[in-house]
């Protein structure tokens, strides 16, 4: 049996990551959600994910650039996917100034996203 792709998913719009979730787990992946940076991270360090999708601005107004930077940091290079709907300049930057990072503007298509997880 095929041994599937591990997705964390940090991500405060429920809707949003339950359907995401439904998506990639009739696909095949493994799916663990958490909807805030803190849990992105512990998460991370725990569950050893083949790629994280992360939203920027996540709940308790938390934040998946510090999120991303704190992944980093523990060493962790696993691939990051953010996500956001702002698409400033200086925004932009800092999400690619974190290494094995990529950004995806919302809404995001789902066949774009499967896209990157699967060449990732």
């Known amino acids: 049996m095929k041994i599937n792709k591990k997705v964390l998913i940090a991500e405060d719009e429920l809707l949003i990551a339950k359907v995401l979730r439904m998506q990639l787990e009739k696909l ?3 799916v663990e959600n ?3 940076a803190d849990e992105a991270f512990n998460t991370a360090k725990q569950m050893h994910p ?4 992360l939203d920027v601005c996540l709940k308790n107004k938390t934040c998946g650039l510090e999120a991303g930077k704190k992944i980093r940091e523990a060493g962790i ?3 990051i996917i953010f996500t956001t709907g702002n698409s400033y300049a200086n925004t932009l ?6 290494k094995y990072s990529t950004v995806l503007s ?3 298509e789902f ?8 060449r990732l």
């Open 106 to 108: 919302k809404p995001v």
């Open 34 to 36: 958490v909807v805030n």
């Open 50 to 53: 083949d790629v994280i999708i």
């Open 28 to 30: 095949g992946f493994v």
């Open 111 to 118: 066949d774009h996203l499967l896209h990157l997880i699967n």
């Open 93 to 98: 930057q800092l999400m690619t100034d974190i």
């Open 77 to 79: 290079e696993t691939p």
